[in-house]
Each structure stands twice: as structure tokens, then as C-alpha cells.
């Protein structure tokens, strides 16, 4: 059985029961997700739309900064839309997104809605700004939607079970995460006996990439640092970087995995140039740093093993910061 996290005492955490009757009820209803979405946030907001679609409904999905390219050998990714449709929606439902506003331009609108607002997510800093909130400790939001599925017996079909599946994969990397439970595998078995493709999926998120991002990789990992007697590993991507051998920050997913390899490093940093004088920061822990605590003190948040956050200033600037505030909490 999943846990509500202890510390969210002044939320009310809903029922997956309640969250399917809202659902149930609902005839136009809008989905959103965080701001460049990764497997897990694609994955859980797709499937609930095709759920809904399939029961009959009106279902929009929107993402701010979505490049699609990654995710293209699933044909619901087509779905995805970059405008709101102006109609009286009955309910707003954000998937895997940790606070208002990591929706992006699309906090305007879920702020302004005077309806049924719906918050699904399994992030720890989530402190449950729907109305109807269930925020849980797991490995994956997608987790938490095949649960949804499973108490709605609403129908999963090959493409759903595909989608499920991208957000536990990716987001338990590979279940090699240490919140990986026996309830997640159990799932997985679930999604996979209702057709769920692992090899597509793990070659499409994992294995496959273009000579742009292969030649970035090695550019980028020849940089790489050790702060704080080896403890604290840390890349830089800058944006020369990506523009000399044609990349897209989106082909960076994942690099901040491997410094987390090294022997001895207990947290990896990825600090990538987002524009001129603004770091795009992902941090990575073996377990015994919560980096969560180290994001919060730039305002960011995420899991205790894997966060980010935005940094701004020179290069040195943040580098330095950064390995104080892990300084603090190593």
C-alpha cells in the first residue's frame, strides 16, 4: 500500500476513489504536467487522456517547452498541444508537477480556474495546491495512474500500457532506484501482461541516441569536476557547448547520471546554461545526501535522491553556491 508523506499535514490527501469519481464526473477536462516534461509526466497525463477519450470525454493535454523528438515512437505524443482551448472546462488535473508554478505559461490558467482542480504527483515538496490532491511517496507519478486505472477498472489498452510503463522505467531508472518497491514491480507485471513494450521502450529512452548527443557527452564529461574531497561531482554544459556539434538541450537528459558513477561521489550535479546568466541545476544523490534540501535552497525541490533548480549569475558564481549548499547537507 503507498504512503502519504507524514510531512503534508495542512493538505487534505484524497482517495484514488475520489480522484476516479471526479474524473467519472467530469465531461471537459484539461491536463497539464511540469514545464520540459520528462517520461514519467508524458507517460501519466497521455494515459489519463486516452482514458478519459475512451469513456467518452473531452481531454486536452498542454506542456510548456516540449520537444517531442525523444518521445515520437509513441503515437499518442501527436496528442500533446501547445494552446488551451478556450471552452468551460470541468476540471483542471496537473500530473507529476511538484508546484503551480513548474506548469510554466500554463499557471495563468490553472490559477484562474474556478472549478475542480486536481493535483496527482509523487513529489516530496508537493504541499498539495489542488483542490483534490493526491500526492503519495512512490516511485513514479505513473505509479500512482495505473493504481487510478486499476480502482476505476478503466480499460488499458496496449497504448496506455506503453505509457504507464515509460514513466515507471524512466523515472525508477530502469527500477534500479532505491524506492523501488515490490508493489512497483508488481505493477510493471500488471502494464506488462497488458502489453506493454519494455524493449521499445528502454531502446527508445535508454539506448538510442543521435551522433549530435554522443558527440556532446564526451565534450562535456572531459569537463568534469570533483569538489569537496571527491564527494561532489559536477558537469557543466554551456550553451557553445550544445551549438558546436548541433544539439538540443533536451539530448542532455540523463548526463547527470553518469558522475554519479565514480567512486567515492555522493551527489552529481548537472549544471547546464539555460540562457545568459540562468543554470538549469539537476542533482542526483547515492543516498546518504537529500538533495531535495540542497534544491529548496534555491527554491527548487524534487525527490530526496534526484532534484533541480534554477541558478542564476556567472558560471562560478553558481558553481560555487551550489557546492556550499551541498557543503551543508553532505
Known amino acids: 500500500m503507498i504512503k502519504f508523506f507524514p510531512n503534508l499535514t495542512k493538505m487534505k490527501n484524497n482517495s484514488l476513489e475520489e480522484i476516479a469519481e471526479i474524473l467519472n464526473s467530469a465531461e471537459k477536462v ?3 504536467c511540469h514545464i520540459r516534461p520528462d517520461g514519467d509526466a508524458i507517460g501519466s497525463g497521455l494515459a489519463l487522456l486516452l482514458a478519459l477519450e475512451n469513456l467518452g470525454k473531452t481531454a486536452y493535454m498542454c506542456c510548456d517547452e516540449f520537444d517531442p523528438t525523444k518521445f515520437l515512437f509513441l503515437s499518442a505524443v501527436s496528442k500533446i498541444k501547445t494552446h488551451l482551448p478556450e471552452i ?4 483542471f488535473v496537473t500530473v507529476d508537477c511538484a508546484d503551480v508554478a513548474r506548469l510554466g505559461i500554463y499557471q495563468r490558467d490553472y490559477v484562474k480556474m474556478k472549478g475542480v482542480t486536481v493535483n496527482i ?3 516530496i515538496s508537493n504541499d ?3 483542490k483534490y490532491n493526491c500526492v503519495t511517496q512512490c516511485t513514479a507519478t505513473c505509479e500512482i495512474v495505473t493504481r487510478l486505472f486499476k480502482v476505476s477498472d478503466w480499460q488499458v489498452t496496449n497504448d496506455i500500457a506503453n ?3 515509460l514513466g515507471l522505467i524512466t523515472d525508477s531508472g530502469n527500477f534500479t532506484h532505491s524506492d523501488v518497491t515490490p508493489e512497483t514491480y ?4 500488471f502494464l506488462r501482461e497488458k502489453g506493454a513494450d519494455c524493449n521499445l521502450i528502454n531502446y527508445q529512452m535508454f539506448t538510442r541516441q543521435p ?4 558527440l556532446l557527452y564526451g565534450k562535456v564529461m572531459s569537463k568534469m569536476r570533483f569538489l569537496l574531497d571527491d564527494r561532489f561531482a559536477i558537469i557543466t554544459i554551456s550553451l557553445s557547448d550544445l551549438q558546436s556539434v548541433g544539439a538540443e538541450k533536451s539530448m542532455t537528459e540523463g548526463f547527470v547520471d553518469f558522475p554519479l558513477t565514480v567512486d567515492g561521489v555522493q551527489v552529481a550535479a548537472s549544471v547546464m546554461e539555460y540562457r545568459e546568466g540562468q543554470y538549469k541545476v539537476s542533482l542526483r544523490s547515492k543516498g546518504k545526501v537529500n538533495v531535495n534540501a540542497v534544491a529548496s535552497t534555491f527554491g527548487g525541490g524534487g525527490h530526496v535522491l534526484a ?9 562560478e558564481e553558481v558553481i560555487d553556491r551550489l557546492t556550499y549548499a551541498v557543503y551543508q547537507n553532505i
Not at 468551460?88 to 476540471?91: K, S
Not at 551522433?211 to 554522443?214: E, H, V
Not at 532534484?307 to 558560471?315: A, D, K, T, V
Open 30 to 32: 484539461a491536463i497539464f
Open 88 to 91: 468551460d472546462f470541468d476540471a
Open 121 to 123: 504527483d509523487h513529489h
Open 128 to 130: 498539495g495546491y489542488g
Open 163 to 165: 505509457l504507464l510503463m
Open 186 to 189: 508488481r505493477l510493471a507485471a
Open 211 to 214: 551522433k549530435q548527443r554522443a
Open 307 to 315: 532534484s533541480g533548480c534554477m541558478l542564476f549569475g556567472s558560471l
